[in-house]
């Protein structure tokens, strides 16, 4: 990954791709990835997501992970903010139930599996040539049965936008996450105000906000 490239798009203000959850949508999740008092979740490609706050008290614990240590550090001052000590270690934060690793996402580890991922941002942050390897990641930190939401861009296009977020055909997605995934739809939506002058440029005509619901199913390792 770009570590640069992310730090530099989070300077001026480009590297936020996350559209923010209702309280609707956030009851929706809630209910559908099975969050509870005793659940663990994992949110990637975090930035300063505002969701963090509020899905951390549905749970057990959530941990979050970004490269950008500016997103994170902003995040933590609206943790601050609500009276929340905030302990740092190496490229740990920690703040009641709340873990966030300042690393990249593809390196990362952890001593438990997951019962959700949360991904309001990731998968349309990764260049193409790497989405295999991110949901094969994703579902690697997930316990069988696990479940993961993600948000996807899909259009179909003549050619890849140059820069994230990255659009996808809806046929490509599912069979990305067909081997290892069980895949349904939740929310889709069209995309007018914030179409982007890069989409045009790939060709698309329109552009549909897609929220995926995906619930590991082995670990079997794609061809």
């Given at each position: 990954m770009n570590h640069e490239f992310w730090r530099t798009a989070w300077a001026r203000?480009?590297?936020?791709?996350?559209?923010?959850?209702?309280?609707?949508?956030?009851?929706?999740?809630?209910d559908r990835l099975e969050i509870n008092?005793?659940?663990?979740?994992?949110?990637?490609?975090?930035?300063?997501?505002?969701?963090?706050?509020e899905l951390s008290k549905r749970c057990a614990k959530?941990?979050?992970v970004d490269v950008v240590e500016a997103a994170v550090e902003k995040?933590?001052?609206?943790?601050v903010?609500?009276?929340?000590?905030?302990?740092?270690?190496?490229?740990?934060r920690r703040a009641s139930n709340i873990?966030?690793?300042?690393?990249?996402?593809?390196?990362?580890?952890?001593?438990?599996?997951f019962d959700w991922v949360f991904d309001d941002g990731g998968f349309i942050s990764v260049d193409p040539s790497r989405r295999a390897r991110y949901l094969d990641h994703v579902a690697s930190l997930l316990r069988p049965g696990g479940r993961?939401?993600?948000?996807?861009?899909?259009?179909?296009?003549?050619?890849?936008?140059?820069?994230?977020p990255f659009l996808i055909e809806k046929s490509e997605f599912r069979e990305l996450v067909h081997e290892a995934w069980r895949a349904r739809v939740g929310h889709e939506d069209m995309?007018?105000?914030?179409?982007?002058?890069?989409?045009?440029?790939?060709?698309?005509?329109?552009?549909?906000?897609t929220s995926w619901l995906l619930e590991r199913k082995s670990m079997a390792k794609r061809r």
């Open positions: 203000g480009q590297a936020s791709q996350s559209r923010g959850c209702t309280s609707l949508e956030l009851e929706w999740l809630t008092e005793t659940s663990v979740g994992l949110f990637p490609f975090c930035g300063a997501a505002p969701e963090v706050a959530i941990v979050c995040m933590l001052r609206g943790i903010a609500c009276n929340a000590q905030v302990l740092r270690n190496g490229n740990l873990e966030m690793f300042i690393e990249d996402f593809f390196t990362f580890s952890y001593e438990e599996r993961a939401f993600i948000r996807a861009l899909h259009a179909s296009y003549c050619r890849p936008p140059r820069v994230p995309i007018n105000r914030e179409f982007r002058s890069e989409w045009t440029y790939a060709g698309a005509e329109s552009v549909t906000r």
